[in-house]
């Protein structure tokens, strides 16, 4: 017997046990109105709190606890810890629930939801740009009518899932690939995932252009280099041909060595991502190797002048330093013709030193000039060529400079000349003591 019960019966005991006294003690009439007084006065506060609880289940006010004596404040008790035990637990799925929804948020892939009719349920934010969606506005609709290319329809349908699709043309300036892949689960439901391979795509068609040029450059020299080897084979050569014939031989293997050893420059710098260090570099020794290359290289066909600020350097690795500027010196000098001037410089500019080269050479006209260090490019093939260029300095430059957070400029006028300017970062720049006299 539960304690309600326990309560009436006590209860009616005791009315019945009063009433009993009455009538011994008054009469029977007296017992009855007492007894019909109590029975009103207790279906009156019953009622009463019925309707109390009714009010409270209808519009329940969490944390409020109506006090009632005897059973009907143990009943609101017990019902206020109820509410206590869910209200605890509705916060602990809604927090689940929000970390789970934070965790998708945070993900680099898009993810959308559909529902048994592939209307969108959900989708985090990366999915809202990947398929410009709207979340909230684009709830309940369907996918199709939104992601309306015909690839994409086709897949949904085909519920053929094994396969990703790559979707072309997507985002707001119809430039970005996206791989998607959907995912049934639950009942009928489906899970897209979208990821944006744009720059994986891109870098994977870098990379199979410059196999094919790597291929193509090699293959020139390789071609001509076994032409000359089958004809010195099958035909009698003099002794003045051969000696000739040879030496062109020499002219090509000697290309190929410099495009396979620029390449390897290239590589070891790309595979380089340690920071250039802050070793002071010996400027004087660097501008006067340059110095002599450049006579060297040009063999009193130009006239070369050096305006250098000898207290002045920067910090890095000096044989990358030494390269790249080597590279813009020597071009100078092999795209100007005999008779031209070369002025070289460096100097300091706001704090920060400058390396700058002049030349009156060709020119590059305007249009290549922001393809420059690509590997390979060259303005004029055959001229590069023929003064023993492979393509790549430029992109050699570019990556040093890099390195050293310096900056690449370029002006040039076709027929006029070429300016190279590489301003170094004021962190960069240092100055050398001068020498005790
Ligand atoms: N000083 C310059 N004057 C004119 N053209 C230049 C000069 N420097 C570079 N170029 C052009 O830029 C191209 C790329 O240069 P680079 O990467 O050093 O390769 P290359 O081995 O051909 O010299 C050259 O082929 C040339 O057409
Ligand atoms: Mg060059």
Redo the contacts with the bound molecule.
């Keep these: 017997m539960n304690v309600i019960w326990a309560r009436s019966v006590v209860s009616l005991v005791l009315l019945a046990l009063v009433c009993a006294a009455l009538t011994a003690f008054t009469n029977l009439k007296i017992a009855l109105i007492v007894a019909v007084i109590v029975l009103l006065a207790q279906s009156a506060f019953s009622t009463f709190h019925k309707q109390r609880l009714w009010r409270l289940l209808d519009a329940p006010v969490y944390g409020e606890v109506p006090s009632a004596p005897g059973v009907w404040g143990e009943i609101y008790y017990r019902l206020h810890k109820l509410a206590k035990r869910w209200h605890a637990q509705v916060r602990q799925v809604e927090q689940q629930h929000s970390r789970f929804i934070q965790a998708i948020q945070a993900s680099p892939n898009g993810v959308a939801m559909l529902d048994d009719h592939d209307q969108i349920e959900w989708c985090n934010s990366i999915s809202e740009v990947h398929f410009g969606l709207d979340a909230k506005r684009d709830l309940r609709q369907h996918i199709t009518h939104l992601v309306r290319q015909p690839d994409f329809v086709k897949y949904l349908n085909s519920h053929q899932y094994d396969e990703m699709l790559i979707m072309r043309r997507m985002g707001e300036k119809r430039q970005n690939v996206l791989s998607v892949q959907v995912f049934p689960y639950g009942e009928n439901r489906k899970l897209v995932l979208s990821q944006d391979i744009t720059e994986l795509e891109r870098t994977d068609a870098m990379r199979r252009d410059f196999v094919a040029n790597v291929s193509h450059e090699l293959k020139t020299p390789l071609t001509v280099l076994s032409g000359f080897l089958e004809t010195m084979r099958e035909l009698p050569l003099s002794d003045e041909e051969r000696a000739r014939y040879l030496e062109l031989m020499d002219q090509q293997s000697t290309r190929m060595r410099h495009i396979v050893s620029d390449l390897l420059v290239l590589a070891t710098l790309e595979g380089d991502n340690k920071h250039p260090g802050d070793q002071m570099i010996d400027m004087r020794a660097v501008l006067s190797h340059l110095e002599d290359d450049a006579d060297n290289l040009s063999s009193d066909h130009h006239r070369i002048t050096f305006d250098c600020d000898e207290g002045l350097t920067v910090t890095g690795v000096e044989t990358e330093i030494m390269s790249a500027l080597g ?2 010196v ?3 000098i ?3 013709p005999d008779g031209g001037t070369i002025r070289v410089s460096w100097k300091a500019e706001r704090g920060s030193a400058v390396f700058a ?1 002049t ?1 009156s ?4 006209p305007a249009a ?1 000039i922001p393809r ?2 690509e590997r390979f ?5 055959s ?3 023929d ?11 570019k990556h040093v400079l890099q390195r050293h957070e310096a900056q690449l400029e370029v002006k ?1 006028e076709e027929g006029r ?2 300016t ?1 300017t590489v301003r170094f970062p004021m962190s960069r720049t240092a100055r050398r003591m001068p020498a005790p006299v």
């Design positions: 590279n813009l020597t071009n100078a092999r795209y100007t080269v030349d050479g060709l020119g590059i290549d420059l260090t490019y060259r303005v004029d093939r001229r590069s060529r003064t023993g260029g492979t393509g790549l300095g430029l992109a050699i430059v040039s000349g070429s190279f």
